[in-house]
């Protein structure tokens, strides 16, 4: 997904089409491009872009595990108060 937006954002910024230089950049940032001056803020324009859409998809699929997890471990109500009034006449010896 990284190297996919990495790939799209140098070809808009830059109007590169290479799969290897999105590689390169996708994986080690500006430093890929050192040297080409005129490829080092479009590689960080694109490295940023592709960060982002990887956090945010991160994001959304923790987001969607908690609320799966808040729904799946939810007790019942009734289910929860029948081993209190049980323990509760228990204690009253009834």
Not at 2 to 13: C, G, I, N, Q, Y
Not at 78 to 90: D, G, I, S, V, W
């Amino acid at each position: 997904m990284l190297e996919d937006r990495v790939k799209t954002s140098l070809a808009s910024t830059a109007h590169v089409h290479s799969r290897n230089l999105a590689a390169a950049v996708s994986s080690a940032g500006k430093r890929a491009v050192a040297g080409h001056l005129g490829l080092e803020h479009s590689a960080v324009i694109a490295f940023v872009s592709g960060l982002n859409a990887v956090l945010l998809v991160g994001s959304a699929v923790v987001f969607a595990g908690a609320i799966a997890a808040a729904v799946l471990m939810r007790v019942p109500v009734a289910t929860a108060e029948q081993p209190r009034r049980a323990l509760a006449e228990e204690s009253r010896g009834t």
